[in-house]
């Protein structure tokens, strides 16, 4: 009996922890929603709850009506082509890289497979001004292909560990079957290991998506002019002002922050799937 009640008390307080912890990470989401139905009169206006809602702050952005967003759809364009693409290449590389570690035999695999992850130790902001030198040599300043470069530069380390280790934990009969069926290399790849590794392969891309669509110190430096920069870097100009429009700046939040949350949904099941065989193969 006692025990029964001591995990009836232990579950009690995961619960209220749980809950605790789950209002904790939504109350700035909330904040977020309730300043951007603000209207500016009211901005100020201590309480949880708007009085007099509006959207206004939602027309302004979409019709782009307000000096702060009148490039809105530009830069949101912006981050969704480096995001689109950074997601792409870092996929490919990941694929490509992780069957050529894991499942071909060549000199110092062992060692390209372990300095894979040597870009973290450094901070990337560290490496913010000789990047910022080397894309000025080649003249790719002001070029969504610089941030691109910069985000493939980060995000394929982490994807490729993780897709090394899925496809180390492939059985090698897979290779044989298609050494049987007279299957290339290439004929593997796509054919056999591809379709296997397809739920962390979209959760790495979602990853690198996600990465690149909230970078602002690399888009900050090496983009200019405000057609150009991305929406990450446009809400930052909306603090270089003593009269910042915080309602609409939220505005711009909430919109910016609905492409992530539909990816995560329609990608849920392969997210979770995907990680999930990423751990437990890493392990």
Same mark, same amino acid.
């Given at each position: 009996?006692?025990?029964?009640?001591?995990?009836?008390?232990?579950? +009690? #307080?995961?619960?209220?922890?749980a809950?605790?912890?789950?209002?904790?990470?939504?109350f700035?989401?909330?904040?977020?929603?309730?300043?951007?139905?603000?209207?500016?009169?009211?901005?100020?206006?201590?309480?949880?709850?708007?009085?007099?809602?509006t959207?206004? =702050?939602?027309?302004? %952005?979409?019709?782009?009506?307000?000096?702060? +967003?009148r490039?809105?759809?530009?830069q949101?364009? =912006?981050?969704?082509?480096?995001?689109? #693409?950074?997601?792409? +290449?870092?996929?490919?590389?990941a694929?490509?890289?992780?069957?050529?570690m894991?499942?071909?035999?060549?000199?110092?695999?062992? #060692?390209v497979s372990?300095l %894979?992850?040597?870009?973290?130790?450094?901070?990337?902001?560290?490496?913010?001004?000789?990047?910022?030198?080397?894309?000025?040599?080649?003249?790719?300043?002001?070029?969504?292909?610089?941030?691109?470069? $910069?985000?493939?530069?980060f $995000?394929?380390?982490?994807?490729? #560990?993780?897709?090394?280790?899925?496809?180390?934990?492939?059985?090698?009969?897979?290779?044989?079957?298609?050494?049987?069926?007279g299957?290339?290399?290439?004929?593997?790849?796509?054919?056999?290991?591809?379709?296997?590794?397809?739920?962390?392969?979209?959760?790495?891309?979602?990853? $690198?998506?996600?990465?690149?669509w909230?970078?602002?110190?690399?888009?900050?430096?090496?983009?200019?002019?405000?057609p150009?920069?991305?929406l990450? +870097?446009?809400?930052? =100009?909306?603090?270089?002002?003593? =009269?910042?429009?915080?309602?609409?700046?939220?505005?711009v939040?909430?919109?910016?922050?609905?492409?992530?949350?539909?990816?995560?949904?329609?990608?849920?099941?392969?997210?979770?799937?995907?990680?999930v065989?990423?751990?437990?193969?890493?392990s």
């Open positions: 009996m006692s025990r029964a009640r001591h995990s009836r008390a232990l579950h +009690v #307080w995961l619960s209220v922890v809950v605790v912890m789950l209002a904790w990470t939504l700035p989401v909330y904040y977020m929603l309730l300043l951007s139905f603000t209207p500016t009169n009211d901005l100020f206006k201590p309480g949880l709850y708007v009085e007099h809602p959207i206004r =702050n939602y027309v302004y %952005t979409m019709g782009q009506d307000n000096p702060f +967003v490039y809105f759809w530009q949101i364009g =912006n981050s969704l082509v480096i995001a689109v #693409w950074a997601m792409v +290449v870092v996929a490919a590389i694929a490509l890289g992780s069957f050529a894991a499942r071909i035999n060549f000199r110092f695999r062992r #060692w372990g %894979t992850l040597f870009t973290y130790v450094i901070p990337s902001s560290f490496l913010s001004i000789p990047f910022f030198r080397m894309m000025a040599d080649y003249d790719l300043i002001d070029s969504k292909l610089a941030v691109v470069l $910069a985000m493939v530069t $995000a394929s380390p982490y994807a490729l #560990w993780v897709l090394s280790d899925c496809a180390r934990s492939l059985p090698p009969e897979i290779e044989e079957a298609g050494a049987i069926d299957a290339g290399i290439l004929a593997t790849f796509f054919h056999l290991y591809l379709p296997l590794i397809r739920p962390p392969l979209i959760a790495i891309g979602t990853y $690198a998506f996600l990465y690149a909230n970078e602002y110190l690399y888009a900050l430096l090496l983009l200019t002019g405000e150009r920069i991305t990450p +870097v446009a809400m930052g =100009n909306f603090l270089t002002t003593d =009269n910042a429009p915080w309602n609409l700046l939220m505005a939040s909430t919109v910016y922050s609905i492409p992530p949350v539909v990816l995560y949904y329609v990608f849920k099941r392969y997210l979770v799937s995907g990680l065989s990423g751990a437990v193969s890493g």
